[in-house]
């Protein structure tokens, strides 16, 4: 089976955001921000609270796969590589209303970089603080990634390599396959 034109993607990517019901990008990012902020309020250290947004993106991350299945008409994809051009032309202009473009490729393939052309958790609202500067602030997404691909038997590290907020000139996310699941069946008469 022939390997779909990127092009193909995109276009998957603007009919599937067609489709969806939208919330202001402006009302997502204020509401994430206060969630951030009653986090920081909550937990004691900036690195709990890191841990907990990618938990939360990691479970949203398990939810969302069902649904990107039934509304995006993406049919399985081949391997890595095609998987991670789907989640950066399809899933994000889906979900987020942005498409990202893969690259960083290593030589194994089992590692690339989506940038962003813009970070639709924080807009132009958003600044951090000095003392706030090992905030992962948008590690939301890194948890969706990572919670979509293990829901597909992907287990993965996504972590962000630039970031605008810390003063970067872009927003990268880094994807790295670590390995392939084997898929469990459960049989429910045994139970």
């Not at 399809?90 to 490729?105: Q, R, S, T, Y």
């Not at 989506?114 to 602030?137: A, K, M, Q, R, T």
Request: glycine share 8%.
């Amino acid at each position: 089976m022939s390997r779909p034109n990127y092009n193909t993607y995109n276009r998957i990517g603007e009919n599937a955001f067609g489709k969806m019901e939208k919330l202001s990008g402006e009302l997502l990012s204020m509401t994430y921000g206060s969630l951030v902020t009653q986090l920081l309020k909550d937990l004691d250290h900036v690195q709990v609270v890191n841990e907990q947004l990618e938990k939360m993106g990691f479970n949203i991350g398990i939810r969302l796969v069902d649904e990107f299945l039934a509304k995006s008409g993406v049919g399985a994809c081949q391997d890595f590589r095609e998987t991670c051009e789907v989640i950066a032309r399809v899933g994000l202009k889906m979900f987020l209303g942005i498409a990202g473009e893969v690259g960083g490729w290593n030589s194994e393939m089992t590692a690339c970089s989506i940038s962003l052309p813009e970070n639709p958790l924080c807009h132009d609202f958003v600044e951090l603080p000095p003392s706030l500067g090992d905030l992962c602030y948008s590690n939301l997404l890194c948890g969706v990634v990572r919670g979509a691909l293990e829901e597909l038997h992907m287990k993965v590290n996504v972590f962000f390599l630039k970031d605008t907020l810390k003063g970067d000139d872009s927003t990268e996310i880094r994807i790295e396959l670590k390995q392939i699941l084997a898929e469990t069946f459960v049989d429910d008469e045994d139970n």
